[in-house]
C-alpha cells in the first residue's frame, strides 16, 4: 500500500537559505495538511527530539515520513557514523517512522554555489567493497532499530549516476535498500524507469521530483552547479507541463512489484517564484490520478 507524502524543501530550502528562509515552518506544516498530505519528511526547521515533534506534527494530523542524516563515511569510521546514528534512530521509532534516508555527503558540492555539478568527488574502483560495507553496517544497526536504512543518489556527491546506483547495490547486501529520487537520477542523466525496473525489489522510498526539460538542457549547457540549477527551476511537481519524467511508467512497475511504501513529491524550487500550496496541491492531483492509473493501492489515512 502506498501513502502520499511531501517534504519542507519547497518552502524552505536547506541548503539555500535564499530560498524560503523567511517562511515558517507552522506555514509549511498547514499548508502541508490543507493540501491533503498524509505526512512530511524531516525538515531543517523542524525541532529535535520525538516530543517536540510530535508536538509540531499532531495538530496537523501529519505524520513524520522519514528521517534525514548525512553520512561521512569516506572520512570516518564505521563506528563513528554509528554512534552518529544512534539519537537519529530513538527519534525515529518514537515518531513511529519506518525509514531513515542516507547519503554520503564527504566532498559533495551539492551545497557550493559555484561548484559545477561535474566537479563531484568519484569513488576509486577499488574503494566500492569497504564503502559498500560500511553502508551495510550501518543499515544492519538501524534494522535492530526496527528501521529500514535506504541511501539517496544525489547531485554533486559519490552516487550519483545509474552506473553508481549499480555498483552500490552490488556492494552492499540485503539491509541497504535504496531511494528512487526521479528528479536526481534524471538530472545525472539517468532513467528513473529502467533503474526501477532493475532495483524496485530494493526500492524503499520514492521522491516523486518532476524535472524541467529545459533548464535541464541549459545546466548541462553550462555546467551549472545544483544549486543555480534549483534556482533556475531545474525541478517541479508531477503533473507539471514542463516536466520530462515518466511517472506513469515508473509508477506502473511500482505496481508490478507491489510497492509498500511512500511516494513523496519533493520539488526544490524558489517559493517566490512558484508557490508552494498551489504547485504541491498540482502535484498531488497528478500524483494520486496516476497511481490510480497503475494499479497502487493507497492505505487509508490514519493519522500520526
Not at 506555514?27 to 491533503?36: N, P, S, Y
Not at 564527504?106 to 566537479?119: G, I, K, Q
Not at 530494493?202 to 521530483?209: D, E, F, L, T
Request: charged share 20%; glycine share 10%; aromatic share 4%.
Amino acid at each position: 500500500m502506498i501513502r502520499f507524502g511531501t517534504t519542507p524543501i519547497a518552502w524552505s530550502h536547506v541548503d539555500d537559505p535564499g530560498l524560503g528562509g523567511d517562511i515558517p515552518l507552522e506555514r509549511c506544516l498547514a499548508e502541508v495538511a490543507a493540501i491533503g498530505f498524509d505526512g512530511i519528511e524531516q525538515g531543517h526547521k523542524m525541532p529535535g527530539g520525538a516530543d517536540a515533534l510530535h508536538a509540531a506534527l499532531k495538530p496537523h494530523g501529519l505524520a513524520f515520513v522519514a528521517g534525514w542524516h548525512p553520512l561521512n563515511l569516506l572520512t570516518r569510521s564505521v563506528e563513528a557514523e554509528k554512534d552518529a546514528l544512534f539519537p537519529v534512530l530513538d527519534t525515529l521509532r518514537a515518531m513511529g517512522s519506518a525509514v531513515l534516508i542516507v547519503s554520503e555527503m564527504s566532498d559533495a558540492v551539492h551545497a557550493l554555489p559555484d561548484a559545477p555539478s561535474d566537479a563531484r568527488p568519484v569513488l576509486d574502483a577499488g574503494r566500492w567493497a569497504e564503502f559498500g560495507a560500511g553502508i551495510e553496517a550501518l543499515a544492519g544497526e538501524a534494522a535492530m532499530h526496527g528501521i529500514t536504512l535506504a541511501y539517496h543518489p544525489h547531485m554533486g556527491t559519490v552516487v550519483q549516476s545509474d552506473r553508481e546506483v549499480d555498483a552500490l547495490m552490488e556492494a552492499t547486501g540485503p539491509g541497504t535498500r535504496l531511494v528512487l529520487d526521479t528528479g536526481h537520477c534524471t538530472f545525472a542523466g539517468g532513467d528513473p524507469v529502467a533503474l526501477a525496473r532493475t532495483h524496485m525489489d530494493r526500492i524503499a522510498h520514492i521522491h516523486a521530483k518532476n524535472v524541467r526539460a529545459g533548464v535541464l538542457a541549459e545546466a548541462k549547457a553550462e555546467r551549472l552547479s545544483v544549486l543555480h540549477a534549483i534556482r533556475r527551476g531545474i525541478f517541479t511537481v508531477p503533473g507539471d507541463p514542463d516536466g520530462c519524467v515518466d511517472f506513469p511508467g515508473l509508477l506502473a512497475v511500482a505496481a508490478e512489484h507491489h510497492y509498500d511504501g511512500w511516494l513523496v513529491i519533493e520539488a526544490d524550487q524558489d517559493p517566490r517564484v512558484h508557490a508552494p500550496a498551489m504547485t504541491h496541491a498540482m502535484g498531488l492531483g497528478a500524483l494520486r490520478a496516476m497511481a490510480a492509473t497503475a494499479g497502487l493501492v493507497v492505505a487509508h489515512r490514519a493519522g500520526p
